[in-house]
């Protein structure tokens, strides 16, 4: 059953939890962000300039900013009144090789650990702060994803099986958190969970302790448990986060594709949350959008009310920290470790297409930028923009660098020398 034809829930969820939240009568701080006429280029800082660390709290305010060399640019925020949230399948890109099944060792911490959690508190600055635009890669294939991460520093890299680039990445940018996925065959709600995330963590444990430049390990990838299954995935989840801590390894949780899960499924999985937050994990999940990346935002999710600053695609985890997480002091770090533009997306409109390379002469049509690589790259500032005024958010990682096969419309090595001046003009 997708998303939008789910029946209502809450009233029964509502007396089973116990769980009340105020989601009408609030006020709520309008973003103002730009349109594609007003992104202006950027200029690369000097060399050697501060950065601030990738975690960054800005004041709440009405208008945001994009610095660039021809000063600031203010814009109105786009409008959609789209109905429906789609659901998308699973990636994964390959099966990873099976690793046997190692015996337990000593914990020993990783080489290198981020501290973003101490940035979850830091107090407002009234600058937008770096950007926080990174990349998804699936192969470390091209020079350019290593040129990228030595000019731009970026606030992340997710890789997926191709882990071991990632100590090379810590050498050039230490301030990059890291993020690894390893491949497995099937994704089954199945057993007992607390047995099952320790099997899981058991058959991958061989490969995290090799890799201790991996500061973040998510599990599965792009599930959707529903309602019915939701408490299972969660008690799954909890247990991989306090078995990883056993060994000094922290855990990337939820991986939740584009679209889900659904505000009261969420609730369900507040018990993963406790133990990330517990044992300094984080929350994963995906946003993507097509035709462009705006698509349904400004529209509710199902029997929710709208809100101008979020949407049923991008900027969807706004529900789940604004309404559920703050509420309840359960804020963990935010990396959305998949964002960009996916034509699978259901009940959209615009020209058939899969990755970004489809959409380019639509989004030039449609004002986003001279050229399709400019209209790409100012739809990702827009979300960078959105991003960074969110302190709990480390970053987000662009789909994807190092592609092959089928994901060949997705792949953005030829963007990247144009996404290093972006991200160093950010700066």
């Not at 009568?25 to 349109?35: Q, S």
């Not at 789609?86 to 911490?109: E, H, N, S, Y």
């Not at 199945?190 to 302790?209: C, G, H, M, N, W």
């Not at 809100?307 to 309404?323: C, E, I, K, N, V």
Request: proline letters at 12%; charged letters at 20%.
């Amino acid at each position: 059953m997708t998303p939008a034809t789910r029946p209502d829930r809450r009233p029964l969820l509502w007396l089973t939890l116990g769980f009340s939240l105020i989601l009408n009568g609030c006020a709520v701080a309008t973003l103002e962000l730009p349109t594609p006429a007003a992104l202006a280029p950027t200029v690369a800082p000097a060399e050697g300039a501060w950065l601030p660390p990738p975690t960054w709290t800005p004041e709440s305010r009405k208008g945001l900013v994009l610095a660039s060399g021809a000063g600031v640019v203010y814009g109105p925020q786009p409008t959609r009144t789209p109905t429906v949230t789609p659901a998308l399948p699973t990636r994964t890109p390959i099966p990873p090789t099976r690793t046997p099944t190692p015996t337990p060792v000593t914990p020993t911490p990783a080489a290198y650990r981020p501290s973003v959690y101490q940035y979850l508190n830091r107090p407002p600055s009234g600058a937008l702060g770096p950007s926080k635009l990174g990349l998804h890669v699936i192969r470390n294939n091209d020079p350019a994803i290593m040129a990228f991460v030595r000019g731009a520093q970026p606030a992340l890299i997710k890789a997926v099986d191709d882990v071991g680039f990632l100590e090379e990445v810590k050498a050039a940018s230490p301030r990059t958190v890291t993020i690894g996925r390893l491949g497995i065959d099937h994704q089954a709600y199945s057993t007992d969970p607390e047995k099952a995330a320790r099997d899981f963590v058991a058959s991958q444990l061989a490969r995290y302790l090799a890799n201790p430049f991996v500061d973040y390990w998510e599990g599965w990838n792009e599930p959707d448990p529903n309602m019915d299954r939701m408490p299972w995935y969660a008690r799954f989840e909890a247990e991989r986060v306090r078995v990883m801590a056993q060994y000094g390894l922290r855990a990337a949780i939820g991986g939740f594709s584009t679209g889900v899960p659904e505000f009261e499924e969420f609730l369900l999985f507040l018990p993963a949350i406790e133990a990330a937050k517990e044992h300094g994990g984080i929350l994963t999940l995906h946003e993507y959008g097509a035709p462009d990346l705006t698509y349904l935002y400004g529209s509710p999710l199902p029997g929710m009310p709208a809100y101008p600053d979020r949407g049923a695609l991008t900027f969807r985890y706004r529900w789940f920290y604004r309404d559920i997480l703050e509420p309840a002091d359960l804020v963990i770090p935010l990396a959305v470790t998949e964002a960009g533009v996916d034509g699978i997306i259901g009940n959209r409109p615009g020209p058939n297409g899969f990755g970004w390379r489809d959409f380019g002469d639509y989004w030039v049509e449609s004002g986003w930028g001279p050229d399709p690589t400019q209209a790409f790259i100012n739809q990702l500032a827009w979300y960078d923009a959105g991003v960074r005024d969110d302190g709990y958010v480390i970053g987000f990682a662009v789909f994807t660098a190092g592609a092959f096969d089928h994901w060949l419309k997705y792949d953005i090595n030829p963007l990247l020398p144009a996404l290093t001046d972006y991200v160093r003009g950010q700066r």
